[in-house]
């Protein structure tokens, strides 16, 4: 089954990458797409869609 993609609103002027089927916000090298401007938003949902950016499944820890 394809990933679908899409963003939204997270606090003014702050949007997220989320995964439609599963609500999750998208992880890449475990690091959380959220808290982005709308540029970067629709930049990394562009990059996702076209298998440029690669989801992770699991959160980095911080040190």
């Not at 993609?5 to 992880?27: C, F, G, M």
């Amino acid at each position: 089954m394809e990933r679908r993609y899409a963003i939204r609103r997270v606090k003014d002027k702050l949007w997220e990458v989320y995964d439609i089927d599963s609500d999750n916000v998208v992880l890449v090298d475990g690091v959380a797409l959220t808290n982005l401007l709308d540029d970067e938003a629709l930049d990394a949902l562009e990059l996702l869609k076209g298998g440029y950016l690669t989801p992770s499944q699991t959160k980095k820890i911080k040190p």
